[in-house]
């Protein structure tokens, strides 16, 4: 059997790449202690610098490589742009997403494999647990924040989806839209949910495992109730938008959404407010809560934060 033959039948690991060397030297050594259950493995690394920073590294990392590791430049700034460009050139059945400031740890993508092909699932995945820099009295919400925990299931099926960072694709089980990212997404983010949410239309299986786990390390300027705010905000827009922007356009589902919005500021602002003031580290529960309704009030338009992308290269993000 050619190699090419094995691989078409294989995974393929995207880790798309930003300005984040160390980082990304966390994520790429490991990978090179993970198994795919007896399949080949191959590794993306999709660098979205325009300067293409990340080349030296991973072409003299891919030397003494124990697995395939491909270094793809992506020069047009893009968290879609990234996924897309690496995706493009993936030769892999399965496609397994690894983050820039996210290590995989032990059994992580043979577990991801195994519920996948278990439970006949096109989508996997696995917690994420964060890792919070520094000491403040938040941390304990914050990495609550930060992290996956998912169900309390330790294995099964589910009907929810979560971010593309740390997740399992299975190519054959569903059919991707072209580009499978929305590139209108690149400076926002959402771009991952936009894709689940298309690939749940389709009546795809979700599996969820807790015997194997992710690590996230949180740079120290996400790690502050200011980006808490601005993150939540975008978040609490999406599933207004992913209503808006089906088609035909959901407006009942746009409207209960809103609804929600209302419901959700008014309860949770003042609360936010009553914990700032007292200086408890649930403030930042609120905090996020409140701003999750605030975004699906006003999800339309240039409400939008810019978190990625051209907005990063300009020095115009958060």
Request: net charge neutral; hydrophobic share 40%.
């Amino acid at each position: 059997m050619s190699t090419k033959s094995k691989i078409d039948n294989g995974v393929s690991v995207i880790v798309p790449t930003f300005r984040r060397p160390d980082g990304l030297k966390i994520a790429l050594e490991s990978l090179m202690t993970q198994s795919a259950n007896g399949l080949t493995i191959e590794i993306i690394v999709a660098d979205n610098d325009p300067k293409g920073s990340a080349k030296t590294f991973v072409t003299k990392f891919a030397k003494t490589a124990a697995i395939k590791t491909r270094y793809l430049h992506v020069p047009d700034p893009g968290v879609s742009n990234a996924r897309n460009g690496a995706l493009a050139t993936a030769k892999g059945r399965y496609l397994a997403f690894l983050d820039d400031d996210q290590e995989a740890g032990e059994n992580w993508l043979s577990t991801l494999l195994e519920i996948s092909q278990k439970y006949q699932a096109a989508l996997a995945f696995i917690p994420t647990l964060a890792r919070i820099p520094g000491q403040s009295k938040y941390d304990d919400y914050l990495q609550d924040f930060f992290s996956r925990q998912g169900p309390k299931l330790e294995e099964g099926m589910i009907k929810e989806f979560f971010g593309c960072g740390n997740s399992l694709l299975d190519t054959k089980l569903c059919t991707l839209p072209n580009p499978p990212f929305d590139v209108e997404m690149n400076e926002t983010g959402g771009e991952d949910d936009m894709l689940f949410s298309e690939l749940q239309t389709q009546g795809i299986k979700i599996a969820w495992s807790r015997n194997a786990i992710c690590y996230e390390d949180i740079r120290p300027h996400r790690a502050t109730p200011e980006y808490i705010k601005v993150r939540s905000f975008a978040f609490g827009q999406g599933p207004v938008q992913m209503c808006y922007e089906t088609s035909p356009t959901n407006w009942l589902g746009v409207i209960k959404w809103m609804v929600v919005g209302v419901v959700q500021w008014g309860i949770y602002t003042p609360l936010a407010w009553v914990t700032k003031l007292f200086g408890h580290p649930s403030y930042i529960h609120y905090l996020s809560r409140a701003a999750q309704g605030k975004g699906k009030i006003f999800w339309y338009g240039d409400n939008r934060p810019k978190l990625y992308g051209a907005a990063v290269v300009e020095n115009k993000a958060f």
